[in-house]
């Protein structure tokens, strides 16, 4: 008799965000707890290269707006439009920068984006969003769709596709799931052109993500990551998030 197989990893309650809404940092960074992201300082270059002024700029998966704070460097008054799926980001960002005219806020999901923001945005950026949801074709397609210029996003890139969960701790749910995870998928670049090609005829580039380890190595106290297991550390030219090499990649798709 064949005993029934209990497949631990079959949990698809991937949405860590929408179950407990402090798992991110943004508020940290913005109250100015944490210090600004190392790819902040990178997304501001890039971005600069691109912009210009009166452009508009989507951030999507912008938790609670950080990335503002820096792309102000660029343009005090950009125009900064920032989605999120968790309203408890979107309702802090609106609070927090009210008093910037030049900023607007929405609940919007990569899955599900609103097809009024087709080709609305000059620039759009998505930043270590793709590599933590469990399908990418659908928000590939929204953020080209909403773009007029130049697309930008930050995730795992390498030669192989390696799809990946790794787990806070060991709870299970009541079928003996393991359900507690974040998705940290990396896909190949051949894998992340053909998807892209199927979707319309972009120039993809590729760029290094660039990075001071000590000051990513600062950021990786015993008290944060006791609070948040799998932040990302630096070790020997590596980032390394739980027990993966993270290797992010900025995917540039000019249109
Ligand atoms: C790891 S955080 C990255 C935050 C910020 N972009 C950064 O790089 O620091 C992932 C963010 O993506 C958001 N997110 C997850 N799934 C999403 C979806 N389907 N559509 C839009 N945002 C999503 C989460 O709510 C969270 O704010």
């Given at each position: 008799m ?8 079959r ?10 809404s ?18 902040s ?15 508009k ?6 938790a ?7 792309l ?9 439009y920032?989605?999120?799926s968790?309203k ?31 080709n ?9 969003v793709?590599h ?13 769709k909403?773009t ?11 030669n192989?596709t ?11 749910n ?8 974040q998705l940290?998928?990396t ?5 992340i052109?053909?998807?892209i090609?199927?979707?319309?005829n972009f120039?993809?580039s590729?760029?290094d ?8 190595n ?31 990649k900025w ?5």
């Amino acid at each position: 008799m064949i005993k029934k197989i209990l497949f631990e990893d079959r949990n698809d309650n991937w949405e860590i965000w929408q179950k407990n809404s402090s798992i991110e940092r943004s508020i940290k960074r913005i109250k100015k707890q944490l210090p600004e992201m190392e790819a902040s300082k990178q997304l501001v270059k890039i971005v600069k290269k691109k912009y210009k002024k009166g452009d508009k700029v989507l951030d999507f998966g912008c938790a609670a707006g950080h990335f503002y704070l820096s792309l102000k460097r660029i343009d005090n008054k950009i125009n900064y439009y920032g989605f999120d799926s968790t309203k408890d980001y979107i309702n802090y960002a609106k609070r927090y920068f009210k008093k910037e005219k030049n900023t607007k806020f929405e609940v919007q999901s990569l899955f599900s984006m609103s097809k009024k923001y087709y080709n609305k945005f000059d620039i759009v950026f998505c930043s270590n969003v793709l590599h933590h949801i469990p399908s990418i074709d659908l928000p590939l397609k929204n953020l080209i769709k909403a773009t007029k210029k130049v697309c930008i996003i930050r995730t795992l890139v390498s030669n192989n596709t390696h799809l990946s969960r790794f787990y806070y701790n060991d709870q299970t749910n009541r079928k003996g799931e393991l359900n507690n995870f974040q998705l940290q998928n990396t896909y190949s670049y051949s894998l992340i052109r053909k998807k892209i090609k199927k979707i319309g005829n972009f120039k993809v580039s590729f760029l290094d993500d660039i990075f001071d380890g000590k000051k990513i190595n600062k950021e990786f106290t015993k008290k944060e990551r006791k609070r948040y297991p799998g932040l990302t550390r630096h070790v020997d030219g590596l980032q390394i998030a739980g027990s993966k090499v993270f290797e992010f990649k900025w995917i540039i798709i000019q249109k």
